[in-house]
């Protein structure tokens, strides 16, 4: 979780949202991603996708159930169904996110029958994922008055 962190604290320092994954199977990380949509302009630019992404690049292969995936965030709807369609082993996260957060918060897509249940465990480093993203986006919004985020 220290390394998605870093990568969290990279991604806040190029004016992303303060999010970062890891895929490791053992101990080698075989993935890392972090926020890109501001940057790319694009709404696929998830930490959680990057890393799966490049996990699959590593690995040379798309599944990874011998793999587990650390993010700062709780992952959104869209990420739970990358982390079951790669079948990644387990999921672990930092902060509950009760606007969007799909492993509980709002909804628990694994919860659901699909194909693969990886087991997840919430609250990891939680202080320090939440603080991130708090400072962030307070420091955001001193920047842009009047702005809603």
């Avoid at 990279?10 to 999010?19: F, K, M």
């Avoid at 694009?42 to 650390?70: K, M």
């Amino acid at each position: 979780m220290r390394a998605a962190l870093e990568l969290a604290r990279l991604a806040a320092s190029e004016g992303e949202a303060p999010v970062g994954c890891i895929v490791a199977r053992g101990d080698e990380i075989v993935g890392r991603g972090r926020n890109t949509r501001e940057r790319t302009q694009n709404a696929l630019g998830h930490a959680e996708l990057h890393a799966i992404s490049q996990a699959c690049e590593t690995v040379g292969f798309w599944r990874l159930p011998d793999c587990a995936l650390y993010v700062t965030l709780e992952p959104c709807p869209m990420c739970a169904g990358a982390i079951i369609n790669a079948r990644i082993g387990a999921v672990y996260f930092g902060a509950h996110d009760p606007k969007a957060g799909a492993c509980g918060s709002v909804v628990d897509l694994f919860a659901y029958p699909f194909n693969h249940k990886p087991p997840v465990r919430g609250g990891i480093l939680a202080e320090e994922s939440s603080a991130l993203l708090t400072g962030f986006f307070r420091e955001l919004r001193g920047k842009s008055p009047g702005k809603s985020l």
